[in-house]
Structure formats: C-alpha cells, structure tokens
C-alpha cells in the first residue's frame, strides 16, 4: 500500500544536539512537506520541496534543515539553533499539479529534549 | 497573508446529535481549496472534507458536510449523528494551487468530545 513513513516515532535529543527525522513516501508525489504541531498552535510550515534538489523555507525554518536527494525522501534536520525543538513533527506530501487535493500525511513523530 | 482562524478552542456533543465547527479564512484570491482534517488521539491527519471554491454547492461526505459562504469567507463543518470516534482535533484548511507550492494554512483546530 502507498503513503508516507515517518521514523522514528518517538525521538529524544540531548541540548546541543542535531537529529534527523526521516521521511520517505512511495505515492510519486512530487511536493512533500514538513510541519510541527505544538499544542494550541495549529500545524506550522517549517520547508517544502516541489521537486528533487530544490526546497524552500516555510514559515518557522529557523533551526531546521533539509534535502530532497530522492523523490521519496526528505529528511529534517534539527540543528542545536533550534531552541525549543520539543514538539510533534508532521511530513505531508502531494501531487504537485495545481490539483488541489490536499495533502496525504506520515503518522508524525515526537521529538523531546532531554 | 492568508490565514484561517478557527474561533472554538473546544467543543462537546451528545452521542447522535449534530454539532457545527466554525472556520473562516482570509484572502484576496479567488480560486482556492478548502479542508477540514480530523486527528483522532493517535494523531494520524485524516482528510475529511474538500472544497473547492469556484464550486457554489456545499460538499458532503457521509455525516460530514459543510457550509461554504464564500462571500462571507466561512467554511463551517457540520457533523450529524455524532459517534463516538468523532472525538478528535479538527483542523481548517486552505490552499491556494497556483504554480507554487500548494501550501496547506492551518488554523489552531477544535477540540471536539463526544460524549456517551
């Protein structure tokens, strides 16, 4: 079946640390896209990518960083500037054909601080 | 900017009755997409309802409809015969599909409890 994988589901980081949080899809959808959930906060966009080797900063890119080697991948980096990381980490993809179909979503993973 | 702004932090209902979340959104553009998405407790995102703005007749989904007012920029999600496992988060949405990104804005959700 297709959809989106997110690992691993629970993460932990220690200050001055960076992660990565995995994303891989395998529905030849052409955007993906990163978004963290904080409670009362709504789901806020960190980057996109349209294509392979290209990507854009959303709107809280701050502390984050990403490539897009692979269609199916696209992997986040937390990096030690981002200082409040603890949160819930959502990866979205879509076809990217002005369709307007919304997005299909990985199961997200929780990232804590320690 | 477009933002959405969903004004109904929390809400609760009886089990089988019919109950109203409210959405409205701001832009100046005139083709654009609109969702609600459910995240039950297991915090999966599932998609609910779409609608797409140049259409006047509201979407339906089995016991899930809405009420689109384009004019007014509202977009409220009407549950009838509340079940249990509509207990989650419900978040609005919007898209506008221009050759960009097909960024999904969120707003905050509401939290929705059904109650036995």
């Known amino acids: 079946d297709g959809g989106i994988t997110q690992s691993p589901k629970y993460l932990f980081r220690k200050e001055g640390q960076n992660v990565t949080l995995s994303c891989e899809q395998n529905?030849?959808?052409?955007?993906m896209y990163w978004y963290r959930q904080d409670p009362g906060q709504g789901l806020r966009l960190i980057y996109y990518s349209q294509i392979v080797n290209d990507f854009q900063k959303g709107d809280i890119a701050e502390g984050y960083s990403v490539s897009r080697e692979k269609k199916e991948s696209f992997p986040l980096t937390v990096t030690s500037a981002q200082k409040n990381p603890t949160a819930f980490y959502l990866c979205?993809?879509?076809?990217?054909?002005?369709?307007?179909?919304?997005?299909?979503f990985g199961s997200g993973t929780r990232l804590t601080v320690v | 900017a477009q933002t959405v702004t969903q004004s109904q932090p929390e809400m609760s209902v009886q089990e089988a009755e019919t109950v109203t979340l409210s959405c409205t959104y701001d832009?100046?553009?005139?083709?654009?997409?609109l969702f609600w998405y459910k995240q039950p407790p297991s915090r999966q995102m599932i998609l609910v309802i779409r609608?797409?703005?140049?259409?006047?007749q509201n979407a339906t989904e089995n016991r899930f409809s809405v009420n689109f007012q384009k004019a007014a920029k509202s977009f409220s999600l009407k549950i009838s015969d509340s079940q249990l496992g509509d207990t989650a988060m419900y978040f609005c949405?919007?898209?506008?599909?221009?050759?960009?990104?097909?960024?999904?804005?969120f707003g905050k959700g509401t939290k929705l409890t059904v109650n036995p």
């Open positions: 529905l030849n959808h052409d955007a």
């Open positions: 949405a919007f898209m506008i599909p221009q050759g960009g990104s097909e960024k999904l804005v």
């Open positions: 609608q797409e703005a140049y259409k006047q």
């Open positions: 979205a993809s879509t076809e990217y054909r002005g369709t307007g179909r919304g997005y299909t």
């Open positions: 832009t100046s553009e005139s083709n654009y997409y």
